[in-house]
C-alpha cells in the first residue's frame, strides 16, 4: 500500500500561524493594545477635527444672519415710514379731490357767475385742510 507524505499546509494558513506565533508574544499583544488606545484617540481627533470645520463654514453663517436680521428691521422700520406718508398721500388726495369737485358743481352750476365761482375758491382756501 501506497502511503503518500501528508500534504503541505496552504501557504495561507503558514502565515496565519507565524502572524498568530508573532502576536501571541509579550510584544504582539502591546501592539494591539497600542493600536486600540490609539484608534479612540484618531476617533477624538477626528471628531475635533470636523467640529473645527463645522465651526469654521457656521460663524461666517451667522454673522452673515446676524447681518440680515439688522437690515430686516431697518426695512421693516422704513417700511412703516413708507405706510404712513402713504396714508398721509391718500388723505391730501381725498381732500383735494373733495375741493375739485366743490369747484367744478360751482364753475358747472346753472347759475354759476364768475363770482360765486370766485366765492367757492375763497371759501376753500379759509377752510382749515383737517376738516375738508
Known sequence: MNTAPAPAAPHWVQVALSVLGILGGGTGLAAIATVVVQRGKFKADAADTLTEAALTLVQPLQTRITQLEVEALGARSELGTLREQVNQLQFVVRVLTRTLDRWRAAIRAPDATL???????????????MDR
Not at 367757492?120 to 385742510?129: G, K, L, N, W, Y
Request: hydrophobic share 35%; no cysteine; proline share 7%.
Open 115 to 129: 363770482r360765486k365761482v370766485r366765492a367757492t375758491v375763497a371759501e376753500s382756501d379759509r377752510i382749515p385742510e
